[in-house]
């Protein structure tokens, strides 16, 4: 749209915000030409702030602006810093009216030789300088990480923000995956009314606005009710467009987030925004109702620091929760998988004893068709309408298929809610199928205002516009004949279990182990490397009753002589689990070939997996070791981690990371020394889990059979902790630094 189209509810999701061709008056904008620093557009409040008439400047050399000393300290900033946003901002002193006015100059590079110096009015004294910034939030910083859960995350960097920057309220806003927003902590004035637990449309933030949030951190309002300083003049004179403002402090906003606020009764405001993987996660946002509010640039930038420091606290405590929730059921889904396994009883039965379905994916009912078995779990709807939602079902786009509203779906069939509001179902071969229930849920869902009334027409003379709702109210909305959403992970998980069921019933109808066998040992080093002044051996055994499984390992040197060792283990058995293991393995070994560091290789692998083996689930560990030094690059993806032998038995200083399959993982990579006389044993789960007892259980008795020195072979180390035959593969490498 042309600059100055005025804008409404029609056009805002296409409003152009970047380039709003004004600027807050809190200070002055100049867009200035490198490298002759001549000034080509600037703002119409240059009279007001700096007593300089726009002719006077409009053209001229950036000392008619603010004076030669002070145009110097800037040339020398943009020439020395490549990344000028890390030295904003630059404390001036500039004449206006005759008297020494404090000003922060924060310069910004475009494109195409245009460099934006903003210069804002330094009320105050500075609190601290932005070097300092850290210090400023030192002790909020230590109070994150002292923090036990993401609520107290939430709350602790709601508090800090406040203190820092002073606003009335401040809030951390939180996203669901439609970027409907949810108020998740708060810190206000004492008699502001709380917000706390209000939701809020995604339509209040459009996806524009959400874009430029994930490029520039902090957006500051200081007064609401300003009046816009338009550019002179509006468009560059060289290229004939209008500049980007997307990183301009001072950069204009859209008169409609503007009478949005008004609506709100808020006089100033400031946002931080929070992201995760880039992508914007939340907001911290904040409100004052007192008048106009600026705080300082460093409590800005302070603020900012922690933003990003809660971000990272985010993503981390909600990458280990999610990895936390995985491997728990993880173990659930390996006990239905070796109770299904067994050729004593049929598939459907092993699915409903103990553990069951029900305690891998919570619901108020299973019903299973598997083997040409029907049976039931908990309460479930009756026969024919089970093979309804079946039948639905087989005819959606993908192998799990879920709704948390059944009656949606089905309009026509006669549900009883308090039996079956929701469902997810396995499709399986043949007509089979696997089938959660859920009864209706009915829950409630605060909203700041009724979401469904976005605008409201407003009589203004003789037309009629759309503006922001003006109430924003606690609207309580009732949701039912709907259960409980489907969470990622149980879906995942309900995945992994049908990839499992698959498996088995090819293995019970097809007869084709064999065949997987013959794969999976073809897989597997005919020998290891033999390498002077080191001892490797490596020892493979198959689970129990002939079923193949996932597990494989593999030890070479590359071209430049440094060796490489690994174990990874694919989720599951049968053909399946080893053909996703060749895969697995040929991909990894050509990046590890290439010269990959392991925690990149890992990296690679996960992103190969996740776009073209997406039903794949693996865990791997993977060690680089220069022979000379000892010296070891290590990275885990979910694999139990190996031990470091030698005087003193204890794990090796591996971070651990998520599993093979999981969507954005992010992989760490370890650094440490075998010196001589120390070693490496890494091994499967195969070797230490056992029904009956917990893998710690395991692992203690492998660390006590690895404090005997003569048990440093793989073989010696598989048969002194596995004697006997297992029900998951066994494997075992070792390294060893005489």
């Given at each position: 749209?042309?600059v ?26 100049a867009?200035?030409?490198?490298p002759?620093?001549e000034i080509?557009?600037v ?7 700096l007593?300089?008439?726009v002719?006077?400047?409009l053209?001229?050399?950036l ?5 030669v ?16 946003r ?5 404390e001036?002193e500039?004449?206006v009216?005759g ?7 924060l310069?910004?590079?475009?494109p195409?030789?245009?460099?934006l110096?903003e210069l ?14 850290y ?6 910083v ?5 923090t ?6 939430y709350?602790?960097?709601a ?10 309220r401040?809030?951390?806003?939180r996203y669901d995956?439609d970027?409907n927003?949810e108020?998740v902590?708060?810190?206000k ?10 939701h809020?449309?995604?339509s209040d933030?459009?996806a524009q606005?959400r ?7 902090l ?11 338009p550019?002179?003049?509006?468009l560059d004179?060289d290229s ?5 403002l997307?990183h301009?402090?001072?950069r ?10 008004q609506?709100?009764?808020v006089?100033a ?11 914007l ?12 509010h600026?705080?300082?640039y460093?409590a ?7 933003g990003?420091?809660l971000s990272l ?5 909600f990458?280990e ?9 993880q ?6 998988t070796n109770a299904s ?8 039965a ?8 029900l305690d891998?994916?919570?619901?108020a009912?299973a ?14 709807p009756?026969?024919?309408?089970v ?5 639905w079902a087989?005819g959606g786009a993908?192998?799990?298929v ?12 006669e549900?009883?809610?308090a ?7 396995l ?9 959660w ?5 009915v ?6 205002g ?7 027409a ?14 924003f ?8 004949k ?9 879906i995942?998980?309900?995945e992994?279990l049908?990839r499992?069921l698959?498996?088995?019933?090819y293995?019970r109808t097809?007869?084709a182990?064999?065949?997987?066998e013959v794969m ?7 020998s290891?490397?033999?390498v002077?002044g080191w001892e490797l ?22 071209p430049d002589?440094?060796?490489?060792v ?5 989720a ?7 053909g996703?293991?060749?895969q697995?393995?040929?991909a990894?070994?050509s990046q590890?070939?290439?010269g990959?560091?392991?925690a ?6 996960n992103?190969?997996?996740?776009h073209?083996m997406?039903?794949a689930f693996?865990?791997?560990i ?11 690059e290590?990275?885990?993806a979910g694999h ?6 030698g005087?003193v ?10 599993p093979?399959g ?6 760490t ?16 789960d195969g070797l230490v ?5 917990t893998?710690?259980?395991g692992?203690?008795?492998l660390?006590q059979?690895l404090?005997g ?5 793989a ?18 490498i070792?390294v060893h630094?005489p």
């Amino acid at each position: 749209m042309p600059v100055g189209t005025p804008i409404d509810l029609d056009n805002c999701a296409r409003e152009p915000i970047h380039i709003p061709g004004s600027i807050q008056p809190r200070g002055v904008l100049a867009v200035v030409r490198e490298p002759s620093f001549e000034i080509r557009q600037v703002s119409a409040n240059v009279a007001d702030v700096l007593g300089r008439p726009v002719p006077e400047v409009l053209g001229h050399h950036l000392a008619a602006l603010i004076g030669v000393d002070q145009a110097a300290q800037i040339q020398q900033a943009a020439a020395v810093f490549g990344d000028l946003r890390q030295r904003n901002p630059l404390e001036l002193e500039i004449e206006v009216a005759g008297r020494p006015r404090a000003f922060d100059a924060l310069l910004h590079r475009e494109p195409g030789g245009v460099l934006l110096v903003e210069l804002e009015i330094a009320y105050g004294a500075r609190p601290f300088s932005f070097p300092n910034t850290y210090q400023a939030v030192r002790n909020s910083v230590e109070e994150l990480n002292r923090t036990h859960s993401i609520a107290e995350l939430y709350d602790a960097a709601a508090r800090a923000v406040r203190d820092l920057t002073g606003f009335d309220r401040v809030m951390v806003y939180r996203y669901d995956q439609d970027y409907n927003g949810e108020v998740v902590a708060e810190c206000k004035r004492d008699d502001l009314n709380s917000f706390l637990g209000l939701h809020y449309p995604a339509s209040d933030i459009p996806a524009q606005a959400r874009a430029m949030y994930e490029k520039n951190w902090l957006r500051l309002i200081s007064d609401v009710g300003y009046t816009p300083a338009p550019l002179v003049p509006a468009l560059d004179p060289d290229s004939g467009t209008p500049v980007d403002l997307t990183h301009a402090t001072l950069r204009s906003v859209s008169p409609i987030h503007i009478e949005y606020l008004q609506n709100m009764g808020v006089q100033a405001s400031m946002s931080i925004s929070l992201l995760r993987q880039g992508k914007l996660w939340g907001l911290i946002a904040c409100h004052h109702y007192a008048g106009p509010h600026l705080p300082p640039y460093g409590a800005r930038a302070a603020a900012e620091f922690l933003g990003s420091t809660l971000s990272l606290r985010l993503v981390d405590r909600f990458d280990e929760d999610q990895l936390r929730e995985r491997l728990a059921t993880q173990s659930t889904l390996a006990a239905l998988t070796n109770a299904s396994r067994s050729d004593d009883e049929p598939v459907a039965a092993a699915l409903l004893g103990s553990p069951s379905l029900l305690d891998l994916v919570p619901a108020a009912g299973a019903a299973v068709r598997v083997g040409g078995k029907y049976r039931v779990l908990g309460t479930v709807p009756p026969p024919e309408t089970v093979s309804a939602v079946a039948a639905w079902a087989r005819g959606g786009a993908g192998e799990v298929v879920t709704t948390d509203c059944l009656s949606r779906e089905l309009p026509t069939l006669e549900l009883d809610p308090a039996v079956a509001a929701g469902a997810l179902v396995l499709n399986l071969p043949d007509g089979q199928h696997v089938i959660w229930f859920r009864h209706e849920a009915v829950r409630s869902v605060d909203w700041g205002g009724d979401p469904h009334n976005k605008a409201i027409a407003v009589r203004q003379g003789d037309g009629i516009r759309l503006s922001p709702r003006k109430s924003f109210d606690r609207w309580r909305e009732i949701v039912d004949k709907c259960s409980e959403p489907w969470t990622p992970i149980q879906i995942e998980s309900a995945e992994a279990l049908r990839r499992h069921l698959v498996e088995e019933l090819y293995r019970r109808t097809r007869g084709a182990l064999h065949l997987a066998e013959v794969m999976q040992r073809s897989l597997l080093p005919a020998s290891i490397p033999t390498v002077a002044g080191w001892e490797l051996s490596a020892d493979y055994r198959p689970a129990a009753g002939g079923r193949v499984g996932g597990d494989w390992y593999d030890a070479f040197q590359l071209p430049d002589g440094r060796l490489v060792v690994l174990v990874g283990d694919v989720a599951g058995h049968g053909l399946s689990a080893a053909g996703a293991m060749a895969q697995l393995r040929n991909a990894l070994r050509s990046q590890l070939f290439g010269g990959a560091p392991p925690a990149e290789a890992l990296s690679r692998l996960n992103a190969f997996s996740v776009h073209l083996m997406p039903r794949a689930f693996a865990t791997v560990i993977v060690a680089r070791i220069e022979l000379d030094s000892g010296r070891v690059e290590a990275a885990s993806a979910g694999h139990l981690m190996p031990f470091h032998t030698g005087p003193v038995i204890g794990l090796a200083p591996i971070r651990l990371s998520p599993p093979i399959g999981v969507r954005n993982a992010v992989y760490t990579a370890s650094t440490f020394t075998i010196d001589h006389g120390r070693g490496l044993v890494m091994y499967s789960d195969g070797l230490v889990e056992r029904r009956g007892a917990t893998i710690d259980d395991g692992v203690n008795r492998l660390a006590q059979a690895l404090s005997g020195a003569a048990l440093l072979s793989a073989l010696r180390i598989s048969t002194a902790v596995a004697p006997h035959e297992t029900e998951d593969d066994v494997t075992v490498i070792t390294v060893h630094r005489p």
